[in-house]
């Protein structure tokens, strides 16, 4: 029986997610074994024409020629997943949404003219259906691996919806909010990460994006309460996910002076 072709695609991004399916170490092989690697090129130049049976599209779109090719990608796939926080909600780059692109090329690029992009970052789902979207600022490989197994097996994901704090709870971590006053999104943000930023006594940055129905509201509270000024709120709200619906809503209120303190 031939195998399902698999194609990684890559937009404007960093390539930490791409680079955590090459870090999937002992798994890497037989997944090789189990799928036709039709396009790939951060582990290879060898290309295979589409239709594929699953694209990974890691990445932003940010320019004419990444409209037109995610739609080309979403045209030769069946299944398109958006693997990371660029692909999924415009990553940090999207930051450039909130200020002047012009300023920023003349003071980035010797030539600006010579660039072309648009006025913003988008994520995939603005352009084209998205089957599957996979959180993460890189995305976790344990996730990765149950997104590629399900393919095989035919079943959905179990991709978890909770929040970050019970991941803490299960953890044994002790919530750096309540012990040192210490603002943490970990109450709004999807779990997934192991609660890797609490462990090590750091608040939780928010890159794995929304928990279902977070309560931004008291989250902006408690961050304005533990002393984040309104800009920082509107700042980490926006870092990660600034084109989420609900990240934005508490980008909106945090950056209000009016905000409980």
Avoid at 234 to 239: K, L, N, Q, S
């Amino acid at each position: 029986m031939a195998r399902p072709k698999l194609a990684v695609w890559k937009f404007a991004s960093c390539d930490g997610c791409q680079l955590t399916l090459l870090d999937c170490e002992d798994e890497l092989l037989p997944l090789a074994g189990r799928f036709e690697i039709a396009h790939f090129l951060e582990a290879s130049s060898a290309q295979v024409a589409g239709p594929y049976d699953v694209s990974l599209v890691e990445g932003s779109v940010t320019t004419e020629d990444d409209v037109a090719r995610i739609h080309d990608i979403r045209d030769r796939s069946r299944m398109l997943v958006t693997i990371g926080a660029c692909a999924n909600a415009g990553g940090i780059q999207a930051l450039r949404n909130f200020a002047d692109v012009e300023e920023f090329r003349a003071l980035v690029y010797a030539r600006p003219e010579y660039i072309s992009t648009l006025a913003r970052s988008t994520p995939i789902a603005a352009h084209v259906p998205v089957d599957l979207e996979l959180p993460g600022c890189p995305i976790d490989r344990r996730q990765l691996l149950d997104v590629l197994t399900s393919v095989l097996t035919a079943r959905r994901p179990a991709l978890p919806v909770h929040s970050v704090c019970q991941e803490c709870k299960v953890r044994g971590t002790t919530c750096v909010t309540v012990a040192n006053g210490t603002p943490c999104l970990g109450p709004v943000t999807r779990a997934g990460c192991g609660a890797l930023c609490p462990a090590y006594g750091r608040g939780c940055y928010g890159c794995f994006g929304p928990m279902a129905q977070p309560n931004t509201d008291a989250m902006v509270a408690s961050l304005r309460a533990n002393g984040m000024p309104a800009d920082g709120v509107a700042r980490v709200f926006r870092t990660f996910h600034a084109a989420r619906p609900e990240f934005r809503a508490g980008a909106e209120k945090g950056n209000d002076d009016d905000a409980p303190a």
